[in-house]
């Protein structure tokens, strides 16, 4: 899905009922201008700018918790 097909009104009407929210009108173009700026943050993190250069990491060390 690209940031032009996602349309907030949809998840809006689809996952209202779902976690059992109701929407009032009036609130209902604020709720779609958050789900808007959501799905963009999202679009970044799900599909980051890699060039043609860049190679995973040979091995996953994570940082000890208490060094």
Aim: hydrophobic share 55%.
């Amino acid at each position: 899905m690209t940031a032009r097909d996602f349309d907030p009104g949809a998840v809006i009407d689809a996952m209202a009922p779902l976690l059992g929210l109701a929407v009032a009108p009036e609130l209902r173009a604020g709720v779609a201008a958050n789900l808007r700026a959501l799905a963009a943050m999202a679009a970044l993190v799900l599909d980051p700018p890699v060039g043609d250069g860049a190679e995973p990491a040979p091995v996953f060390a994570p940082v000890p918790p208490n060094g």
